[in-house]
C-alpha cells in the first residue's frame, strides 16, 4: 500500500508506511513491528532459546538493520550476544538509566562473579547453575556480615533479577530462598548487564561497591551507568 504524505497549512504528518516503505518489509513484518521493537525495549532481553521469545528473537535477526536505524533515532543501541543468542536495547543517553539501591546492584556483581567462576571452573558450553547458598554465601564474603540480608529482601532481589532475565529457576516456578540447595540457573544476560572483561576488572567493581554508600546506578536494558 502507498504511503500517504498529507499537508495542512504549515503541517506535515507522515504516514508511518512512509519510514518503512523503503525497507521492503513485507505488510506482515510492518505490522509486527512496533510491538516487537516495544518489547525489546520493555523486557530488557529477548533470548534465542526461550520459547516465548524465540520467534520474536529471530524477527529481530531476520531484520536486523530495519530495527537498528528506528532504534538509533530513538536514541538507543542494538546489542547482540552471538554465542548466548540475546538481543538487548541499550540508550545512549541518561534519561533511560534506572537507579537500584546498593543492594540490588551489589548483587548483580555476586551474580556475575559466579558466572564466570564456574564457567572457567567446569569450562561450561551452557549457563552455569548455582545453589541458593551459594548466592548467599558470596554476598555475604563479597559485602561482608554487616551487609548481609534477611530471607525476605534475598527473595525480593532475585525475584526482580528473575524479571529482568539474569537467572531463571530449576526447581520448580518460585524462588525458594528457604532452601539453600534450591538451584537457579545464570543467564549469558548477566555478562550484558555488567560488561566485565577481566579478574582485574571484577575486583575493581567489587571495591567499588565494599566502599560504596547510598544508591548507585547499575546497567540495563535501556540503562547505561556512566561507570559501568
Known amino acids: 500500500m502507498p504511503y500517504v504524505v498529507l499537508v495542512t497549512d504549515d503541517t506535515m504528518t507522515i504516514d508511518s508506511n512512509a519510514l518503512l516503505e523503503p525497507t521492503g518489509l513485507p505488510d506482515k513484518a510492518k505490522r509486527d513491528l512496533p510491538r516487537i521493537v516495544n518489547r525489546l525495549l520493555g523486557q530488557t532481553f529477548l533470548y534465542q532459546d526461550i520459547d516465548a521469545d524465540k ?3 529471530y524477527f529481530v535477526h531476520r531484520h536486523r538493520d530495519v530495527i537498528e536505524a ?10 547482540h550476544d552471538d554465542y548466548h543468542r540475546i538481543f538487548q536495547a541499550v540508550s545512549d543517553f541518561s534519561y533511560c ?5 546498593l543492594d540490588e546492584t551489589l548483587m548483580i556483581v555476586v551474580l556475575r562473579k559466579l558466572y564466570e ?11 552455569p547453575v548455582v545453589t ?8 555475604r564474603t563479597i559485602t561482608g556480615k554487616q551487609r548481609d540480608l534477611g530471607v525476605t529482601q534475598y527473595e525480593t532481589l532475585l525475584r526482580r533479577l528473575r524479571s529482568m532475565g ?7 516456578k518460585t524462588i525458594d530462598v528457604h532452601r539453600a540447595e534450591a538451584r537457579l540457573r545464570l543467564r549469558g544476560s548477566i555478562r ?25 546506578v547499575a546497567q540495563t536494558d535501556d540503562s547505561e551507568d556512566e561507570g559501568l
Request: no cysteine; charged share 35%.
Open 132 to 139: 541458593v547458598g551459594e548466592v548467599r554465601e558470596e554476598y
Open 166 to 172: 539474569l537467572i531463571d529457576t530449576l526447581d520448580g
Open 192 to 216: 550484558l548487564i555488567l560488561p566485565v572483561q577481566s579478574a582485574d576488572e571484577m575486583e575493581a567493581w567489587l571495591r567499588k561497591y565494599r566502599a560504596a554508600d547510598g544508591e548507585l
Open 70 to 79: 528506528l532504534l538509533q533515532l530513538a536514541g538507543f543501541s542494538l546489542k
Open 97 to 101: 538509566r534506572a537507579h537500584y539501591r
Open 117 to 127: 567462576e564456574r564457567v572457567e571452573r567446569l569450562s561450561l558450553a551452557t549457563d
Open 55 to 57: 520467534d520474536d528473537y
